[in-house]
């Protein structure tokens, strides 16, 4: 941009800025007025112009601690008003902001942070301890800046360095930042390895952004709610950037699980979650309407059968169509309503498979739940469900400026500018990833459909090849089982060269407990409950039902359920909640040679 200043760019849209950070000083400029950033009960609510003022006031400070354009500063933080300050501070400066997942343990904080060389880190005390434990190995760390203030030597408060330097002017600094610097490095969860640092341009994010916009259309107030984890591509990407570029208003939800209470409150205009919020939504609707009476469940089996009809290409049958447009009228408008879905543009989900039944559920009671797919390499864009063309079973088409092909093999290539430019340290295995013609090879398997819809079919790694060499996709297997019924937590599927399909089950955490109450079983802990013959019972009741929709040769034979919870960034998940397969099967490979004996 050089010498050109914020006021002469105002009346341009953010969509065609150069950079992330320009895009931000036209927002700010254009919606100085408008809410931001806020918490649910506005206790904190900035404006744009007010926000723009804190990440100027803020990166004044950062810059008199030494930092500048390509340095690197780590961020451990929850979802609050502050990361957002802190993101764009550091971007102001050309430095390149890194999440860190707030559940990691000391020696995952160490390799991310010292992989990323940060030479300033911004946390909130709950996680200081865990990163000072890790801070002898991190001879590149200079200074650590308490959110909640000072916390003792090596250590400054946020409040000391916001607006430490009153006289900085910011122009210069955000004006030099180029399409090519690094606006953040993303490292990927580790199902296999350790994390590796993906390296994203703000080239690359402008590119997503448009990639979004084609398919949305976001409208003038927009708003979203800021839920997931910030070291998260998906986060980042729907509750940051996108956010910057078209002037949304921002809610902050510090508390995942509590995501749900956000809605109705907020009534998002484009909401994106992983597949079990849905599920968990869907069996708490279903338990609501279930005591409804016949009326009730005759509405919702007409507008199921709708949806399929219309999946089909099929007509619908007018006393399908009558009746479900009477549950239209008299309880799905409210239904969205109570859920905070009725001002909704477009509802997503993605990062792993969603169970059918949940999307055509959905799709029943109005709510056009699309699925989406997107990698961290690039920048969470690649195919998506457009509003009103959601085809159930894909992930939608290519998104503007996204090219997709199949290998000989089915793995799905992707080319585009929202492809990073490689993973950190990491020459080798970025050369396997991106091949001399610009090609990503993404590592699923996929198909297109005949009007050019993606259907993804797993991971090319995890597929399942059994004793008899029949290629399954365990993800497929685990989201019928899921679908099949609300006691299934989480699900991982054995086979590969046995001779027979098993799985490993948690029960759900919330609605275990609660049939048992209702079963008058006398115990809801889920680490009791998992050797109770009535849970078993109504385990292998949902089993049998996902099994009746899976080939004889994928469904599942045996299945042992699992004492307690699996937990996002433990032993089993990933934060991000995909399943670890490798530190599954190696910790419980008693249980599992125990089904094959």
Known sequence: MGEQTVAAAAGANALDARTMIEAFRRTAEVHADRIAVRTKDDEVSLTWAQLRDRVDALAGGLAGLGVGRGDTIALMMGNRPEFHVADLAAMTLGATPVSIYLTFTPAQIAYVVGDAAAKVAIVEQAHLERLEVARDELPALETVIVVEGGQGPGTVGWDEVEGADLGFDPEPHWTAVEPEDLITLIYTSGTTGPPK??????????????????????????????????????????????????????????????????????????????????????????????????????????????????????????????????????????????????????????????????LVFFHAIGVELGELWGMSETCGIGAVNPPSRVRIGTVGPPSQGVELELAEDGELLMRGEMVMTGYRHQPETTAEALDADGWLHTGDVAEFDEEGYVRIVDRKKELIINAAGKNMSPANIESTLKGAGPMIGQICVIGDARPYNTALIVLDA???????????????????????????????????????????????????????DWLPGGEELTPTMKLKRKPITTRYADLIDAMYA
Request: with cysteine; charged share 20%.
């Open 510 to 564: 919330d609605f275990a407990p609660a049939f048992a109450m209702q079963q008058e079983l006398g115990i809801t802990a889920l680490d009791e409950l998992a050797g109770h013959p009535v849970v078993n019972a109504a385990v292998q009741a949902m089993v049998d039902r996902g099994n009746a929709q899976l080939a004889r040769v994928e469904q599942i034979k045996k299945f042992s359920i699992i004492a307690g």
């Open 197 to 358: 640092g993906v390296q994203l341009t703000h080239r690359n994010l402008m590119a997503g952004a448009r990639a979004a916009d084609s398919v949305i259309h976001f409208p003038e107030g927009s708003r979203v709610i800021s839920w997931l984890p910030a070291a998260h591509i998906a986060e980042r990407m729907a509750h940051h950037y996108l956010p910057i570029v078209f002037g949304m208003t921002v809610t902050d939800c510090p508390v995942a699980r509590e995501v749900v209470g956000y809605l109705p409150a907020v009534k998002p205009t484009w909401f994106f979650a992983v597949p079990r919020i849905f599920e968990k939504l869907k069996a708490g609707m279903e338990a609501h309407l279930a005591s409804q009476g016949e009326e009730t469940r005759a509405w919702l089996a007409a507008a199921r059968r709708r949806v399929e009809h219309e999946q089909a290409g099929e007509p619908v049958p007018e006393d399908v169509a009558a009746t479900a447009a009477e549950g239209e009228e008299k309880l799905f408008a409210g239904l969205r309503a109570m859920l905070g879905f009725d001002e909704a543009l477009a509802v997503s989900v993605g990062a792993a498979p969603t169970p059918r039944d949940v």
